[in-house]
């Protein structure tokens, strides 16, 4: 039973307040790209067992999207960030490495 | 292998059983094997025995990270049925069906299959399509299935409410010859048969590494050291996406925790397995009396074998509301499971990027009632080098081309 | 024989007598027993019948670790099975009747199971049962299924109601024993906000039984006193009956209150499920005693020593008048020198251990109790109830040293920290050699959202078992955990007890060490699931070496009492079998809940007409005051049809077309997903939602629109209006409105953050009326005839495709003229508010130009003999617009939308994909739904070749026979081809259907553009 | 208008808490830009409140305010006047990139009046009742709907839902408040 901070309104939302989306950051192929790409960007995920880069909505809350960047072992939640970014900022960058510092970083 | 029988059991009774000797040998890896097969579950030792017994090759080993049996094998809820709308689906699954009437037998372990029959209920009036839609296809693929009345429906199960205030039950499709088998004991069955064939189960040996060579398998690095092979076989859940990073490549999968519970045993009260995909719940009752009720799985990637717990109270205010009698029973246990669940949420059978290495993996919340047909098919394919009919299908390569297996078409998505 | 003593019993109040029956008999209790104080006042030791065996059962434990003690309580509306009479409070008039045997308890047929049991041992089944190879379903299965299970079935629906609560707290503290309250002062004092949970309805746990002074009072003194001062803290709140079911990720407890059991019918929620949200977590759950194992420990009179202790110290209650204690630890004696204490006798005290050096032991002696070091149980005598015990030295073979007659067994093993709580959310174990079980290793605490520990362990939990110890640590483990979720630090010193000495504990896992065979096959592990110290041997010398796989193979701890007692022994033996330490073996995993809670209490207040929401259209009431057959479409429920007195459904429908057709239809259309997209990117942002062109829409325009999922597949359909220069009104389908609300937002926010749209969801502002049929202008021009104005609806006003705002008689309005019937139509939006009086208003007007209102079934049927596509009936998440003869939708002119590159895959575009057609059977019969069309021969599985199939079919009243659609390989191309449909009905019969043009009504349109 | 009635029209229950269908009441999403001036002049004149900040609910002489998400706004304002001040709020904004709609009658509104009220609410939503104070604003779940919340005082909720289920919220509202399921 997660619960998340909501960056845009600020409050400690309970999973049941919130609906997840799976991993962020993904980058959108359209037409003209291969098919590889496209399989890529449709169907190839992070499923890593420790930090992971995630997207999710406080649905019944401010109804924004937002990131996390959890822990899928542990479930720890270092950050949760703006969804309008393209990778994670460095400052939750540094909040996982300062729990992690053998960390390989996000790719 | 001395073959367990009721004369067998008079015999030890005589001497208190102590001459019972090991199901299963407990041996040293060799250094190398024709097969390797990563994940000792239901899957791994079904790929196993049908590699000796089909195609004769038993210089096999099937490592496990942990005791075998103990993932998905181990944590579901019994349910085996073959009615699947799409034609890849409906065959493996009746293959493997089929093959659960015999298993006892032919393992020489009762693994308790019980053709108690399953009935899917239809809830609404989309359902009520969808499902006969699913009996005209069954037909045709040979698996017996039929849309039975709500009349009939209550007569297989007198505790259900058929007039809920919320949603009336319209019908149900009923397959008469699906149902459940004591889950431990097709691991433990197969590990004994593949013991028998002089197969080594390797328990406590996590995969550490894959070897290779132009871009062939050559072996796996383990904890218990190196282990070479000619062929590699990963066959494994909630683990698979990690052990192929290993082998260098990624699959169109996402690992998430799927949850079921008990409740204390009573006495007998639903002979069959009631599936109702509208409210979100399926349930059926144990041998021991234990009603075993399943539940959904979370939104979000997990490896701790934790689910959330509204997930069970969804489930279980559904089955309330459906079978009202069981408001005063009390959950005994819950737990979770790790399945991974691929961008269809059909299975992935077939070869991978690497050489000689294949996979056998992704079966989501439908991975028991497939045990012997998914291994049967994974045999084929890691003996011939190419997936056989019953496994073309499931490649990798349908995330690319677009040739989906949807199997939430017409039945929502619980197993 | 148990009895009631004369005086004595702290907890009960001799003054309030409390009757209740079980087996039909009539007993008596007071206020305070539990049903298991009562019982055995009563001397009812004979309580129920194992699992497996149909054993005698007695009642062991005290607390929530009884595994035999359970009964069917209740009667009709409120019986419940398996019931534990250790934690059910005794009230007036309850009925109680043990399980699990027949025909009687006294006589039970199923006890042949016990004297087969020789050859049924552990995984028994796994063996046999095979051949003949049906016999297992039709014969064996039957059989055992009828003799498992527990308690009886209940037959009625639940008379009584639960409720939920959300509760946020700062630290929850489980467990209301000294180590609780020491805890709880500690927290309290801090600051925090605290929760106290406790299971039982007192306070203080079992320190008062076992005396000593905390603060140079007496506990019971000591536990009154904390009790006032904690309910004198603002920011502390106690709470009893409250059990912690489990602990969740994130700080997340379920805490389970059993308001009203012990008053049930008073209209309180018989149960209320917590749901707390805490930063910290103090596990003050005590310890459990453990059994010894030694033949014929299951007979009933064989108890925990702790157990015999509080019966007669909490309810005054003795189990035996001559009571054996053995034990392997100095906490027995305290059991022996209280009932002699009573006035009991107590013959002798079998201490495992080679020498009894310590002082309890040396008090006893001192009592006068013989003390026989170095002794065990060699057997104990007696079949329903204890008659005695051989004694045999612990450290031989079990050759019996001498008899002693007795009539009570209290035994101890030691005690095993209670883990669970800790456990359920990953909190690590450490073996402790000297106290011979597993607590918890503070240093691998559970993980919370921060990373950090969130439970701490208080009291015994934690390990130490003496009142000292167990103060100092519980006050230590309040302020650790008050600091951690931000309390103040506080200076006020804990509750202090002085140290006792003691003399060390010795592992004993059998008894005697040296036991037969024989012997091992009667001591039981696991009394309710019947599980011996020979099965445990049996399942390691077969392999199942893993802990799950013992568990798993002997049922070692499955049963409703999840090993509380059977557990740690059951490890030490197979560690001993595999000569590995117990460490090794390790535990299996302690999974919520902690004891069983109803089913009841996590369904809610989810019941009935509030077990999920219904959604209901402002005309709701109308529909169903007209008695319409109400039809679930997600969340809403809509008219299916209106069947009136003496009508089928059927009939009810083809009525409905026809009139619609020939006069006046109405149809609430209220469901219809309406979104607002506007902004000075909505034209761009529509043209990627949608498969069309949508930003050269002209304002006042409507168009039919198309989404896809980025997958390709269609997902979506709706027309389209343009208000404004920088504003569109999307029309969703019913389902499809909060989805699809939700999918624009997802693109707006997480890929285009750039573009300025905004989207706002207006379905449920407007009421929406489809005026349907030949007559529809007419009573929309006598609406406002009778206003004295409102708009122009005529065709030249108002043409098809277009949408107007103004006033439909005395309604503000917007007009569409759009038509899912292939009739001149107008679909009009209203405010909610006046829903239901525009409904009453059109009824009205209509009367003469013979308006009916019609449901679900006659829109689809309409639509389908105008061939129009429906969402989840054409579509089922696999179906791309192509196949569905909508290529005139999907704009070729545009370099992008959402689904147009999935369209491209190769799967997508291969010519053999199925394709929409008309279909008419060769009869004029309807096709059945869901029917397949088949080809020559089989595929690679053995299956028959498939070549299309069904996706609407309906009987058509306007044509009197038999339309459908269908996707069918090749089916553009065949058109007049016959195809084959099986039948699944039994006959065996084929149906013949002709591929056709799938637009069967008024293909040129021109009805509905009059 | 004389025929606009509201989803339960006014229905009420007396539990231990008082809960009643608080009838047709003006509401208008407002999406735009929070920090801009012209939003701030907008809501001014539609409600005479100041602007609220993250979580709150401001009170004006004509009406109250919501701070909805970083990008909208709820006006809760008289219902007969709601459609007039959407047509000035879009007015006064003009070019300003925002959206006014009238929401009025896609919500049920509903007080719950007592002692407890937070209590009778706590029942139902995963957000923390204890904390909330007058002119804090909390949108979250009631049971298996959205919904949003304030206190008007110390012993009145407002709690707002879709109009759709405002029988499902009345109910589960009702079930909450009743006899004999005080909590303290």
Known sequence: MLILECPYCGVMADETDLHGGGEAHLKRFGPGSSDDEFETYLFHRKNPKGVHFERWRHVSGCGKWFHAARNTMTLEVYATYSAQTTEPPQDVIDAVKAKHPDWEGYK | ?415 | MSTRLASGGRLIDRSKPKNFTFNGKRMKGYEGDTLAAALLGEDQMLVGRSFKYHRPRGIVASGAEEPNALVNLGQGDRFEPNQRVTTTELFDGLTCTSQNHWPSLEFDVGVVNNYAARFLPAGFYYKTFMAPAAAWKHVFEPVIRKSAGLGQVPTEADADRYEHYYHHTDVVIIGGGVAGLASALAAGRSGAKVLVMEQTHHWGGRAAVDGGEIDGQSVEAWIDATVAELEGMENVTLRTRMMASGVYDHGYVLGYERVADHTPGDGRPRHRLWRIRTKQIVTATGAIERPLSFAGNDIPGVMLASAVRDYAVNWGVSVGDRTVVVTNNDDGYRTALTLKEAGLDVPVVLDARPEATGPLAEAARAAGIRVEPGRAIAKVNGGKRVTGVSICLQAGEGAALEEIACDAVAMSGGWSPVVHMWSHCGGKLIWDEAQTHFRPDPDRAPTGHDGEAFVVTAGSASGPLDLAGVLENAYEAGKAAAKAAGGKAIRKAGPKADAEEAQPMAPVWIMPQGASIKKRMKMWLDYQNDVKVSDVQLAAREGYESVEHTKRYTTLGMATDQGKLSNINGLAILSDALDQEIPTTGTTTFRPPYTPISFGAIAGEARHEIFQPIRRTPMHQWHEDAGAYMEPVGHWRRPYCYAKPGETNEQAVNREVLNTRENLGLLDASTLGKLIVKGPDAGKFMDMMYTNMMSNLAVGKCRYGLMCSENGFLSDDGVVARIEEDTWLCHTTSGGADRIHAWMEEWLQTEWWDWKVYVANVTEQLAQVAVVGPNARKVLEKLNAQAGGGMDVSKEALPFMQWADGKIGAFDARVYRISFSGELSYEIAVPASQGRAFWDALLEAGEEFGVMPYGTECLHIMRAEKGFIMIGDETDGTVIPQDLGLNWAISKKKEDFLGKRAQQRSHMTDPERWKLVGLETLDGSVLPDGAYAVGEGDNVHGQRNMIGRVTSTYYSPTLKKGIAMGLVLHGPDRMGEVVDFPTVDGTNTVIKARICDPVFYDKDGEKQNV | ?184
């Open chain 2, 1 to 415: 292998m001395r073959r367990y029988s009721a004369f067998a059991i008079a015999r030890e009774a005589a001497r208190y059983h102590t001459g019972w000797e090991r199901a299963w040998k407990s041996p040293k890896p060799k250094k190398k094997y024709d097969v390797v097969i990563v994940g000792a579950g239901g899957h791994g030792l079904a790929t196993a025995f049908y590699l000796g017994k089909n195609f004769g090759i038993t210089n096999v080993a099937i490592i496990e990270k942990g005791w075998l049996g103990g993932g998905n094998t181990g944590r579901n809820t019994t349910i085996i049925r073959s009615n699947y709308l799409q034609d890849p689906s409906a065959a493996i699954y009746e293959k493997a069906r089929s093959l659960y009437e015999t298993m006892s037998q032919d393992l020489n372990y009762n693994v308790m299959f019980s053709p108690r029959g399953v009935m899917m209920l239809a809830q609404t009036e989309h359902e009520v399509r969808g499902y006969v839609r699913t009996a005209h296809a069954n037909a045709l693929q040979g698996v017996t299935t039929e849309f039975i009345s709500p009349e009939r429906v209550k007569e297989l199960v007198p505790i259900m409410n058929i007039h809920g205030p919320r949603y009336p039950v319209l019908g149900a499709l009923w397959q008469a010859r699906a149902g459940t088998a004591r889950h431990d004991a097709v691991a433990w069955g197969y590990a004994r048969a593949c013991s028998d064939m002089g197969m080594d189960i390797i328990q406590k040996c996590e995969v550490t590494g894959v070897r290779q060579e132009n871009g062939n398998v050559t072996g796996v690095d383990t904890t218990h050291g190196q282990i070479d092979c000619d062929k590699l076989a990963m066959v494994v859940a909630g683990n698979a996406g990690h052990l192929a990073e290993m082998a260098g490549f990624r699959l169109p999968m996402e690992s998430v925790a799927l949850q079921a519970l008990v409740s204390e045993p009573i006495k007998p009260c639903i002979d069959v397995v009631v599936m109702a995909n509208t409210v979100h719940g399926y349930m059926s009752q144990s041998d021991k009396g234990e009603l075993v009720i399943g539940g959904g799985t979370d939104g979000f990637n997990n490896y701790t074998q934790r689910g959330s717990f509204h997930h069970v109270e969804e489930t279980v205010r559904a089955l309330v509301e459906t079978f009202p009698i069981i408001s005063r029973l009390k959950m005994l246990r819950q737990w979770g499971g790790i399945v991974d669940v691929t961008g269809d949420r059909s299975p992935i059978i077939g070869k991978t990027p690497l050489g000689n290495c294949f996979i056998n993996c992704g079966w989501g919340t439908g991975g028991f009632k497939s045990i012997p047909g998914s291994g049967w098919a994974m045999a084929e394919t890691v003996a011939k080098g190419e997936p056989g009919s019953l496994a073309a299908e499931f490649g990798l390569n349908r995330f690319t081309e677009g040739r989906f297996i949807d199997e939430s078409v017409a039945a929502g998505v619980a197993h």
């Open chain 4, 1 to 184: 208008m004389s025929n606009a009635v509201s989803a339960l029209q006014g229905a009420s229950f007396d539990g231990y808490c008082k809960v009643e269908e608080a009838g047709l009441t003006g509401m208008i999403t407002l999406r735009g830009d929070l920090a801009s001036k012209g939003v701030a002049k907008a809501v001014k004149a539609a409600t005479g409140a100041a602007m609220p900040g993250q979580g709150e609910v401001t009170e004006g002489a004509k009406g109250r305010v919501g701070w909805m998400s970083p990008d909208e706004l709820l006006l809760i304002v008289d219902h007969a006047e709601a459609a007039a001040i959407v047509e000035a709020a879009a007015k006064s904004l003009g070019d300003e990139h925002s959206l006014v709609v009238n929401v009025s009658d896609a919500r049920a509104v509903y007080r719950v009046k007592g002692a407890a009220c937070r209590e009778v609410i706590a029942k139902l939503t995963p957000a923390d009742t204890s904390v909330m104070q007058p002119g804090m604003l909390r949108r979250t779940r009631i049971a298996q709907i959205p919904a949003a919340f304030y206190l008007e005082d110390d012993e009145t909720a407002v709690l707002v839902c879709f109009r759709s289920v405002a029988q499902y919220a009345f109910d589960l509202l009702k079930d909450a408040a009743k006899p004999g399921g005080e909590v303290w």
